[in-house]
């Protein structure tokens, strides 16, 4: 029978998620490199921007810075020249200075020599600051300045440019403007930079702030730091950072849908695998289940073709067995229409004498021969077809029961028998069947010993290797070893109908049964001096 | 020489002889001598052939004008007797006539392979029972009529 259980799915075993793993692996792997050039890709051009942007900004702020000194270099030169001019004059162009420098506080002309200064200052300046920008500027200093960053007593970060001059009328002393930090910055940058977290720091100080204020360890590394070189030697540096909007408006999400359905994939394609390995492996197993297939048909049709054969055979010798039947049967049956119709004729218009009592008695004797073979085919077809009940049987209790029946058949006149029956090993086997042996043996024995001296039919038996074995004998008209193959052949006779009555089918039958039962059977006779048929049972642990 | 019976008839069932014999009576040729063998052994030992014979101090007898052959019989067939029959030079060519119940293609072949003259299927006559021997005889014998 074909094994279904082989192709129904197994536990899952270890080893064949290994290539599933490894596809996923793959996969995962190949998702996570493209996620990580796509994200680094993204960043790139995030610092990209942020640094052209610092860049930006850091020319503005240099710019800004050249202009503050290129104007008051300027004013400085035409005070030299020129002098400073009225009072009046000189507030209204200093007014207009400070609208046009961005940051511009205060300038002060301070000329130490003759005690004579000037001042202007932006609307909200205060006169304290008014009076330390005076007081600072009465400090001699021998070239161009610039002073600060540095915060304030209020606190705002500011810076002062210093320029000396000398005039040819005699106008000297030193031009000093401040500058609020945080305006100026304001201003400058109002319109640049947008998105970026801007600071400005000097000698490690922070003096100008804009924008929302980030952690210093958010994404570090997008932090630009510019240089700006202020006139002088003097140096802040301008930091970057993008605001977290800005960065997320350049960072968009691709790379990590990318990455979701990369690993999405991997899992589906390891799953494509492992069924894929699950097929493989089952049309493994049904490849192998089909060659099994294949080889149990050739198996099957070489036994058909033996069984063929073997039917054959029995049809064979079924064919052969109807056609000994029925020429068996026509010669008894023949012989009643024969004498049937001799009577007929010889007796047509006479009664009947003796001659015709025996012309019936004839008729009778070919009835009962024909009876006779009917019965002996049952018993015959009884012998091959019933199925064995093995008993173990008492052989010797047997043999009376068979005797004594046979006895009774017996015909008064045909002269007494002797039975002798030995100790008998007692036999495995089928009661009913061994019973039809004895019966054909020892009624055998009777017919054979009709007519003879001293009839005397002695049944033995022992256990000789592993056998029991059987032998009826007995001291009639025996037969010539020469025929002794046809002795236990169906529908063989040694002798002529009338000499001794029988239908040639219980000798084969007793060959029959003994061979069912795994036995084998065999004769011995000589003319006139009797005959012995024996048969052996194999041997069973309790005969004795 | 002992006298020679011109048929011999060759047959284990003794209704079936007696019917013979009677047609062959009533057919006439009762007067010619039929002698009956009751099986194959029977039958050679009539025909000379037996096992007895180089020791049977009859002397050698001639051989019927016609033999009537019953294929089954006990002991020795009738095909083995017929293959003795046309093995002995003084017997070869006595006409014998195969006298079965078999209608078998393969008896029928064998027995005329083996050397058969004829073969008759056994009939139950209603009118006349063996008369289909009789008649067979008839012919048999007006053929083989050697001069004595």
Same mark, same amino acid.
């Given at each position: ?21 490894? @596809? ?13 050039l796509?994200?680094a &890709?993204?960043?790139?051009q995030?610092l ?6 610092? /860049?930006?900004?850091?020319a ?8 503050? *000194?290129?104007q ?9 020249r020129?002098? =400073? ?13 400070l609208?046009?420098?961005p ?5 002060? /002309? @301070?000329d ?5 200064s000037r ?8 006169d304290a ?8 500027a009465?400090?001699p200093i021998?070239g +161009?300045r ?19 001059l000398?005039g040819? &009328?005699g106008?000297?002393?030193v031009?000093?403007a401040r500058f609020?930090?945080t ?5 400058l ?12 720091? /000097?000698?490690?100080?922070e003096?100008?702030e804009?924008g929302?204020? @980030?952690?210093? +360890?958010?994404?570090p590394w997008?932090?630009v730091?510019?240089?700006?070189s ?11 950072r993008?605001?977290?909007?800005f960065?997320?408006?350049r ?19 390891a ?6 390995l ?14 099994a297939?294949?080889?149990r048909?050739v198996?099957?049709e ?7 054969e073997? *039917?054959?055979d029995a049809?064979?010798?079924l064919?052969s067995?109807?056609?000994?039947v029925?020429?068996? =049967?026509r010669?008894p ?5 024969n ?11 006479r ?10 008695a ?30 173990p ?6 043999? /009376? ?19 002798v029956?030995?100790s ?5 086997? +089928?009661?009913?069947? *061994? ?10 024995a ?22 029991c ?13 020469r025929?002794?193959?046809? @002795?236990?052949? *169906? ?6 109908? +009338? ?5 040639g ?9 003994v ?26 642990e309790?005969?004795? | 020489m002992?006298p ?11 209704d ?17 001598g039929?002698e ?9 030992a009539a025909?000379?052939l037996?096992?007895?014979? $180089?020791?049977?101090?009859?002397g ?29 030079p003084?017997t070869?060519e006595?006409p014998?006539?195969?006298? $079965? ?8 072949a064998?027995?005329?392979a ?8 056994k ?16 012919y048999w014998?007006e ?6």
């Open positions: 029978m074909y094994n279904r259980s082989k192709i129904e799915r197994k536990k899952v075993d270890l080893r064949d998620l290994r290539i599933p793993a490894l @596809v996923f692996l793959l996969v995962a792997a190949w998702s996570l490199a493209l996620w990580g796509l994200v &890709d993204r960043r790139e995030v990209a921007t942020t640094r052209r942007t610092a /860049w930006e900004t850091q503005a702020l240099e710019e800004g810075f050249d202009q503050q *000194l290129e008051l270099g300027a004013l400085r030169d035409g005070w030299s020129f002098g =400073l001019g009225s009072q009046a004059e000189w507030q209204e162009n200093m007014r207009q200075r609208e046009s420098l940051g511009l506080a205060s300038i002060v /002309w @301070v130490a020599a003759s005690d004579r001042f202007i200052a932006a609307p909200g300046e205060s600051a008014i009076r330390r920008d005076l007081a600072h009465r400090a021998s +161009d610039l002073e600060g960053p540095a915060r304030a007593s209020s606190g705002e970060a500011q810076y002062r440019i210093r320029l000396p000398s040819p &009328d106008h000297a002393g031009l000093q609020d930090v305006r100026f910055l304001d201003d940058l109002k319109a640049r930079a947008l998105g970026f977290v801007l600071s400005v720091w /000097w000698d490690e100080e003096i100008f804009r929302e204020r @980030v952690a210093d +360890d958010w994404l997008w932090r730091d510019g240089i700006v202020l006139p002088l030697d003097r140096h802040w540096t301008i930091v970057h993008p605001t977290p909007a960065a997320a408006e960072l968009s999400p691709t790379p990590h849908y990318l990455l979701g359905a990369g690993l999405l994939l991997g899992v589906m394609l799953v494509v695998a492992y069924q894929f699950l097929i493989v492996r089952q049309s493994k197993v049904l490849a192998a289940s089909n060659r297939l294949e080889q048909g198996e099957l070489s036994r058909v073709a033996e069984r063929t073997a *039917l054959r049809v064979t010798e064919e067995f109807n056609y000994s029925s020429h068996d =049967l010669s049956l023949g012989a009643i229409q004498f049937a119709a001799i009577l007929e004729e010889d007796y047509r218009d009664p009947l004498d003796g001659e015709g009592q025996a012309l019936i004839r008729i009778q004797r070919s009835a009962r021969r024909a009876t006779m073979l009917l019965e002996d085919l049952l018993q015959l077809s009884r012998a091959g077809r019933a199925a064995l009940t093995f008993e049987v008492d052989m010797r209790a047997l043999a /009376w029961e068979t005797i004594a029946q046979v006895r009774a058949a017996e015909r008064e006149g045909e002269g007494e028998v002797e039975f029956v030995e008998l090993p007692i036999a495995m086997g +089928d009661r009913t069947l *061994l019973g039809d042996v004895f019966v054909n043996l020892i009624g055998n009777v017919k054979y010993t009709r007519g003879c001296e001293k009839r005397r039919i002695v049944v033995t038996g022992r256990v000789v290797d592993d056998e074995t059987y032998e009826v004998s007995d001291n009639g008209q025996g037969f010539d070893m025929y002794v193959d046809k @002795v236990f052949g *169906l529908f063989e006779r040694l002798h002529a109908q +009338d000499d001794v009555e029988g239908t089918i219980g000798l084969a039958m007793v060959a029959r049964i061979k069912r039962h795994g036995g084998r059977v065999w004769a011995e006779g000589r003319i006139g001096e009797g005959a012995r048929f024996s048969f052996a049972l194999p041997g069973w309790g005969a004795r | 002992s020679r019976p011109a048929i011999l008839l060759v047959e284990d069932d003794r079936e002889v007696d019917v013979v014999l009677r047609a062959l009576e009533q057919a006439g040729f009762g007067g010619l039929i009956i063998a009751r099986d194959g052994v029977e039958a050679l025909l000379g037996g096992d007895g014979e $180089s020791t049977n101090g009859g050698v007898r001639s051989p019927p004008r016609v033999v009537f052959l019953d294929l089954k019989m006990p002991r020795v067939d009738g095909w083995e007797v017929l293959r003795n029959i046309r093995a002995h003084r070869s006595v014998v006539v195969v006298v $079965s119940s078999s209608d078998r293609r393969e008896d029928i064998r027995s005329y083996l050397g058969a003259n004829s073969f008759l299927v009939r139950f006559d209603r009118t006349r029972p063996g008369g289909y021997i009789a008649e067979a005889a008839r014998l053929l083989n009529r050697t001069p004595q």
